[in-house]
């Protein structure tokens, strides 16, 4: 008998293991690790993926046989091989903490501490006996660890696997690895031994570990000698005399046709209950074919095939991840045991399994179909009916039924219906989804942006490319022969001025471009704001409104070395960290290197700030000019709150912000060196607690002033 996780929660409450809030996460945590699990039966297959996992937990799902293992999560508790593999090991080499008392042994002990019982006894002292000292679990870990091999550690000991070897047939090791379980014959070492062979090993079907009732010596034997001989020689196959073999894999059997390392060898599935259920149902040890004959073998490499026609598409039969099925219109449908098999199943039958399973098929929000009245471009035109009433159906699209037809839908005329179902179609197909656009936005066509001009670099290569790619092979080579020749390249003036020019040209054509674009908005009637949104789109991404974004210190640092460091020959990565390094070098004695660049960024900060008002206060005015046209929707005004409600308000500086503003500058380590961004927080940080009160009141007065002027102006 087995548990079912109600026995077993009664089980575990009777032995005196854990307590009741615990008993879920334990099923929970034994299932996730597949140490227990629900096998599949029979050509059952799982209902759900298992819980996605990582690790070791996922190879523990490998070795119990993945998703024939784990099963539907209903019905009886089975071990695993995993389970097998740790329990014979904790069972072997730490007894006491498998014990079922353990629990309610420490349990009681704890009680006893925590009550005052035993005063010689405390937390601290039983710790340190339960980890520390030679009994300790530290200790006999690391025994353990020392003393067991690691094929040992690995291997399940069933108990229909005491094979004795004595010298009529080898001993047989089952082991769970990172990518399944696997058998190896132990009779052969890999330490030079026996001719210094390396033990043969084949995989076990994950169908096979999940059931262990049909893990024997004599299917063993079975598996590892078809894996020795390369398989099961079926025959050869009549078209091109290839060898055909019958071979056992992780997911049960399946044919090879053609020989290993072969030009040309292919694998071809076989249906579940031919390939022995995932490899559940596999007797090799009493039929070593399967049952497959040379005729069935020819016929599963032959898949898919062509069954019959219907309205002149064929259907196919073939064998898929979850079983066989037939293929029509790109659709798919199971073929089930009873209807037939992918190599006998007749035109009758394919055509009523297709006609029922997928031009038939109900939708998921239909009862049913009322009337069927004609083919239209290969899909039938029908009455259904749904939730909400009648309706015609066409494909995925839906129309609705005429009320006279109420009665007697088989009276609706083909044409009629199909009218209907063109105007649906046609209707549906104008609908843009999301967010409509104006029909004016959409008309405006805009001339193309003019192209970006090229570096000196792409000028360069354009001109080097042909002569390089003649004695280089692959692109790769080529960039890095072009790379490599300008490091080298002195005469680079050329190529700067051709830059130059370039870019004056792209910035003339690029006002002509903006003139011509904002002359065709004006006379479509666009406002300022728009135009800058329709332009921009128009060229692409690009700098934001056409202003261009401020540089960091370092970015300009990096604009005036670069050119410098880039003539040594480095290679990207190594002149970004050369750049960096003498970045860092900067920062060293006054640091007036470094601040001639602080000075830089200052600059260009305030250039584009300037810039960013001058175009506020431009849509400002446009905003403020009244139109001609009275067309204010709604849409329109919810829109514009919503962008003022997301506008932040400026906050005034608080004091501690404002000592940090005027000492930051003055932050030094110990030694003098500049600290980090994340050392100067700390240290002002200190600073600001050590500060005396009329300091500190001085910044608060400070703040509340700059708060008050804050206040005045908005």
Not at 139 to 148: I, M
Not at 149 to 155: L, P
Not at 526 to 540: D, F, I, N, Q, Y
């Amino acid at each position: 008998p087995r548990y079912n996780e109600a026995s077993f929660v009664k089980e575990l409450e009777a032995l005196g293991v854990g307590r009741p809030s615990t008993y879920a996460s334990v099923v929970q945590t034994l299932r996730q690790r597949a140490y227990i699990g629900t096998p599949l039966k029979g050509d059952e297959s799982a209902r759900s993926k298992p819980k996605a996992v990582s690790g070791a937990a996922r190879i523990a799902q490998r070795a119990a046989g993945g998703d024939e293992f784990m099963g539907s999560g209903r019905g009886p508790l089975c071990p695993s091989l995993s389970a097998f593999v740790v329990c014979t090991l904790l069972e072997k080499h730490f007894p006491s903490y498998v014990d079922p008392s353990f629990t309610a042994d420490m349990e009681g002990k704890l009680d006893s501490i925590a009550s005052g019982n035993k005063e010689e006894e405390t937390r601290i002292k039983y710790l340190e006996d339960y980890w520390g000292g030679e009994d300790g679990l530290a200790a006999q870990v690391d025994r353990v660890d020392k003393v067991v091999d690691a094929s040992e550690a690995r291997r399940a000991d069933l108990p229909g696997l005491l094979t004795k070897n004595d010298g009529e047939e080898d001993d047989i090791g089952l082991f769970i690895g990172p990518w399944g379980a696997y058998i190896q014959r132990m009779g052969v070492s890999d330490t030079g031994s026996t001719d210094e062979e390396t033990p043969p090993t084949a995989n076990l079907p994950q169908g096979m570990a999940a059931d262990l009732s049909t893990i024997t010596p004599e299917v063993l034997n079975a598996l590892l000698a078809a894996k020795e001989k390369d398989g099961i020689l079926l025959g050869q196959h009549p078209k091109d005399g290839r060898n055909i073999r019958l071979k056992i894999g992780r997911y049960g059997a399946y044919l090879q046709w053609g020989d290993a390392g072969e030009e040309g060898t292919t694998n071809h599935s076989l249906p579940r209950d031919v390939g022995g259920l995932g490899g559940r149902n596999i007797d090799l040890a009493g039929a070593a074919t399967l049952g497959i004959t040379l005729e069935d073998a020819v016929g599963y490499t032959g898949l898919p095939r062509t069954v019959c026609e219907l309205h002149d598409m064929p259907i196919l039969a073939s064998i898929g991840p979850y079983g066989p099925y037939l293929k029509y219109n790109n659709t798919f449908v199971s073929l089930k045991k009873e209807e037939g098999d992918v190599l006998t199943v007749d035109d009758v039958t394919a055509k009523r399994i297709v006609t029922e399973g997928i031009i038939n098929k109900p939708d998921r929000l239909a009862r049913g179909v009322l009337a069927e009245l004609g083919e239209k471009d290969g899909s039938m035109v029908c009455v259904k009916d749904g939730r909400f009433g009648m309706y015609i159906n066409w494909k995925r699209v839906n129309a609705k039924m005429p009320a006279e037809y109420y009665e007697n839908p088989d009276d609706l005329p083909l044409e009629e219906a199909w009218s209907l179902i063109e105007a649906k179609a046609g209707s549906t197909s104008c609908k843009s989804g999301r967010g409509k656009k104006s029909g004016k936005s959409k008309s405006i066509d805009l001339p193309p942006a003019p192209k970006r001009p090229i570096s000196a670099y792409l000028h360069f290569c354009a001109e080097m490319r042909p002569q390089v790619a003649e004695s280089a092979g692959s692109l790769g080579e080529v960039s890095k022969a072009l790379a490599a020749m300008w490091a080298d390249c002195d005469d680079r003036q050329k190529y700067d001025d051709l830059a130059t020019a370039g870019k004056e040209d792209y910035e003339e054509k690029k006002t002509a471009w903006q003139d011509e674009c904002d002359k065709i908005m004006t006379k479509a009637g666009l406002s300022k704001a728009s135009r800058l949104k329709t332009v921009k789109k128009a060229k692409g991404r690009g700098e934001d409104n056409g202003i261009k974004k401020p540089l960091s210190a370092y970015l300009h640092f990096c604009a005036s070395k670069r050119p410098e460091v880039a003539k040594e020959g480095m290679a990207l990565g190594a002149v970004s960290k050369e750049i960096a390094r003498l970045w860092a070098e900067t920062a060293e004695g006054d640091g007036d290197e470094r601040k001639k660049y602080q000075d830089m960024a200052a600059a260009d900060k305030e250039r584009y700030e300037k810039e960013l008002a001058e175009l506020g206060s431009s849509r400002a005015t446009a905003k403020a000019k009244p139109t001609s046209r009275r067309k204010t929707t709604t849409k329109r005004t919810s829109k514009t709150t919503k962008a003022k409600a997301k506008t932040k308000t400026p906050r005034a500086p608080s004091a501690y912000m404002m000592f940090c503003s005027d000492n930051r500058q003055n932050v030094s380590k110990e030694d003098g060196t500049k600290p980090t961004f994340g050392e100067t927080a700390k240290l002002l940080a200190a600073m600001w607690k050590e500060i005396d009160d009329n300091t500190r009141s001085e910044y608060q007065q400070r703040a509340a002033e700059e708060k008050e002027k804050l206040m005045a102006s908005q």
